[in-house]
């Protein structure tokens, strides 16, 4: 240092100050000696060899990291949420610190705690440039990244954290979250499975890989985590809430309504649980009290969206359609991507030329930020609008594209449908007729399962019959699968292993059993019930072996009438996989006439066709015919089947509000040009 421009104490300082400032120790240490040579007793430099002399400049390779003290009293501000204290503490231990791998960590961590999130993952990377194994680093990084939407990068930043340390249970858990995300939820569970292994009261794991495990439809693996997830935190409201969703897609509708309730107990205010609890109350056909609880979400939680969605569905299922298109109008408003709901605003819509939604969901199409799977939803809606206002042309080509989107989405394979229906037809190669089973639970109840291809009239028989004033119209249940299907999964390992003996007596006890028991859950008071699961016609051995006092009614349409309509149609579950393609609905119809015919020549008799052109052409006397079958006696009621009150959920609920019309097995020529897989296959058999 050049004495001779210490002209002044006062310039001295100043030089002593921007020394310190731009981290040159050393310099501002030698400015304040030269001070102390000519006031000995100079309080500022006294004071600032004592602070610089305590923060030595690092080594090579080292970062230059203030006291640990002083890093203590920082990281306490954070955790006590203290953010704008933390931040401002920070920036000024910088100035003497600039190197500071931790500083700059934790300054990140205030930014994030405001919610400054870009800001923040700048410092997170500068502290890791300074210090490339900062193993927090990349687990906050990771964190911002996640809130930022840039699920892959955040996935690399815990990859980095564990990298470093390999037991770091949270960063394997966070990596998990974000696979969830990317929709890969085989890596995002392996991931959970990690985590719970080096750290097994990690409760937010178990939850987690519920929520994962439900997702992909393995109920009971999921229902285990939230059991788990409940002996860890038996007071936490979500964890009730989640295991309540679950009960309830397992059919178990008691306890999922308790958990329900229990979780509103727990968490007063819980929108989500009343929104739940809406929805299970919809199962149960409960339509008035489903609409009372969405409310109550929709009072406690005004900017949600999904209760105002579910609150819309209900409202369809009762033939309110302008109640529902206000509160679909209103989940757009709320969120203006939430594509199911512009979807489901087109099938109550009837569109003309320039109607403005039409340009909304196109502008939404166009946009890179739409997922995948609710840009399938957006394409199967513009191709309604465009058949309604008979651009056949452009309605076909939405909806191609919808349909095949779904189908990889999907990833059906039907050699998988081959195998089944053959296994099945196995099965029941050696019963050849109804046995007597004496040790069948007694039951005063009836069901009435109406069966046949999805778009094939099931909706409006089961209008008809559900109009009796001994009849409860159920919908569609899915309990004779949630029954009949572990059952075949075990046939079909003992047939491998040649070790089957066909369906035996506790087979079809434990079948019968469990369905009149799952019944017994829902709210009605007749003698009769319907169970209108089109897909139960696989079943249709197993019902009759159960059932023997039941009735299975068959409907029958024109097949190419049949499958057009399923082509058009967007399923919400993925049971109807095989309809996202012209060619695996030829194959699957097929597939479905000849177990059919199988059914007719195993069980003669037993199953009554019903032809639905034949119904719309002669209503009363086919539904007189349907009664009888039945072994109702005539209700006028039953021809005024659009009166019904009651809630109808499937994709033809406005189409039963309406009376009967002709015509509708004839729409497919307006795209005649486009269905050639079809035509070829069915219309010499029409």
């Excluded at 408003?333 to 403005?356: M, V």
């Excluded at 037809?425 to 007729?433: A, D, S, Y």
């Excluded at 006028?636 to 509000?657: E, I």
Aim: glycine fraction near 6%.
């Amino acid at each position: 240092m050049d004495k001779s421009k210490i002209s002044s104490i006062e310039k001295a300082i100043a030089l002593v100050k921007k020394a310190a400032k731009q981290g040159n120790t050393a310099v501002a240490i030698e400015i304040c000696t030269a001070i102390l040579q000519r006031q000995p007793n100079n309080a500022f430099a006294k004071k600032m060899v004592r602070t610089l002399q305590n923060n030595t400049p690092p080594k090579a390779g080292e970062t230059d990291d203030p006291p640990q003290g002083k890093l203590a009293q920082l990281g306490k501000l954070v955790q006590a949420c203290k953010y704008t204290k933390a931040e401002e503490s920070s920036r000024q231990l910088l100035e003497n610190h600039p190197k500071s791998s931790l500083l700059y960590n934790l300054l990140g961590a205030a930014l994030q705690g405001q919610g400054n999130l870009v800001e923040a993952a700048s410092f997170f990377d500068k502290a890791l440039q300074l210090k490339p194994d900062l193993v927090e680093g990349y687990w906050n990084l990771g964190n911002v990244l996640m809130k930022l939407g840039k699920l892959q990068e955040a996935v690399s930043s815990y990859d980095s954290a564990i990298n470093i340390k390999h037991d770091y249970a949270e960063a394997h858990h966070n990596r998990g979250l974000a696979k969830f995300e990317l929709g890969r939820l085989n890596e995002a569970i392996e991931s959970y499975n990690i985590a719970i292994k080096f750290k097994p009261n990690l409760a937010g794991a178990y939850g987690n890989r519920g929520n994962a495990l439900l997702t992909s439809g393995q109920l009971e693996e999921a229902l285990q985590n939230f059991n788990k997830l409940i002996e860890l935190s038996p007071r936490l409201a979500l964890a009730y809430n989640s295991r309540g969703s679950v009960l309830r897609k397992l059919s178990l509708y008691k306890e999922a309504s308790e958990d329900f309730k229990k979780a509103i107990q727990l968490k007063s205010g819980y929108a989500m649980a009343y929104n739940n609890l809406g929805l299970l109350l919809q199962d149960f056909q409960r339509p008035t009290e489903a609409i009372a609880n969405y409310n109550d979400a929709i009072t406690l939680k005004p900017g949600a969206p999904e209760p105002y969605y579910n609150k819309g569905v209900c409202l369809k299922s009762l033939g309110k359609l302008e109640e529902a298109v206000h509160n679909f109008d209103k989940v757009i408003e709320l969120a203006p991507t939430y594509a199911r709901a512009h979807r489901s605003l087109t099938t109550i819509k009837k569109y003309s030329l320039g109607d403005p939604h039409t340009l909304t969901m196109k502008n939404l199409l166009a946009s890179a930020k739409l997922k995948d799977s609710d840009r399938v939803q957006i394409l199967f809606g513009l191709a309604k609008v465009h058949e309604d206002i008979g651009e056949y042309g452009n309605s076909y080509n939405y909806l191609k594209e919808g349909n095949d989107a779904r189908r990889l989405q999907l990833n059906y394979d039907i050699t998988k449908d081959r195998k089944l229906f053959a296994e099945i037809r196995g099965n029941f190669e050696r019963t050849p007729t109804i046995p007597d089973r004496s040790d069948h639970k007694f039951s005063s109840l009836r069901s009435i399962f109406i069966v046949g291809m999805p778009r094939s009239g099931t909706s409006l028989v089961e209008q008809i019959l559900a109009s009796h004033s001994e009849v409860y119209g159920a919908g569609e249940l899915g309990f004779l699968k949630d029954l009949a299907v572990p059952l075949l999964q075990r046939l079909s390992k003992e047939n491998i292993n040649q070790k089957s003996h066909g369906l035996t007596d506790k087979d079809i006890s434990d079948v019968r059993n469990g369905y009149l028991e799952k019944l017994g859950s829902l709210p009605f008071q007749e003698s009769i019930i319907t169970d209108k699961m089109p897909l139960n016609f696989k079943y249709a051995g197993i019902i009759l072996s159960a059932f023997p006092e039941a009735k299975i009614i068959h409907t029958t349409r024109d097949p190419i009438a049949t499958c057009w309509s399923i082509y058009k149609q967007y399923f919400v579950t993925s049971g109807n996989a095989y309809g996202y393609s012209l060619q695996s609905l030829v194959e699957y119809y097929n597939l479905y006439k000849e177990l059919m015919s199988f059914w007719h020549d195993k069980f003669p008799g037993k199953i009554y066709d019903l032809c639905y052109e034949d119904l719309t052409e002669n209503q009363e006397g086919e539904s007189r015919k349907l009664l009888e079958i039945c072994e109702l006696e005539w209700e006028d009621q039953c021809l005024d089947f659009h009166k019904s009150k009651r809630a109808v959920s499937t994709a033809s609920s406005t189409q039963v509000r309406q009376k009967m019309y002709q015509g509708s097995s004839e729409a497919w020529r307006n795209y005649e040009q486009h269905l050639k897989p079809l035509i070829d296959a069915f219309y010499e058999t029409r």
